[in-house]
């Protein structure tokens, strides 16, 4: 049984960080792409920023673009989400989900096969 757990969030200022931890288990299959998108109260979900596990590139919102950072290490089964600068508007629950595929990257969440619980940031001004 495939689970994403995510971990990390929390209460913090504009400008400080924030680590993001998504463990993975029960991915026995390959090539897959890992995402994670966030929802904020009375807006749809979103992009953030997207990995492929088995060669590593990376996508980013533009508005993330040189803040967040995505990572993932294999031996621990392990996705990160490095997010620097925040703001307020980077407020949002954020999910970690995972997408079985040969194709070319996606940033849309309803093609995503597996999800987390989602975990909560909240950006104070």
């Known amino acids: 049984q495939v689970q994403l757990e995510e971990s990390g969030g929390g209460l913090v200022q504009a400008g400080d960080s924030l680590r993001l931890f998504c463990s993975l288990s029960?991915?026995?299959?390959?090539?897959?792409?890992m995402g994670w998108f966030r929802q904020a109260p009375g807006k749809e979900r979103e992009f953030v920023a997207g990995i492929s596990w088995t060669v590593g590139n990376t996508w980013y919102k533009n508005s993330v673009k040189g803040r967040f950072t995505i990572s993932r290490e294999s031996a621990k089964n392990t996705v990160y989400l490095q997010m620097n600068s925040l703001k307020p508007e980077d407020t949002a629950v954020y999910y970690c989900a995972a997408r079985k595929t040969y194709g070319v990257f996606s940033t849309s969440f309803d093609l995503y096969d597996y999800w987390g619980q989602g975990t909560q940031v909240t950006v104070s001004s």
């Open positions: 029960g991915l026995t299959f390959s090539p897959y792409h």
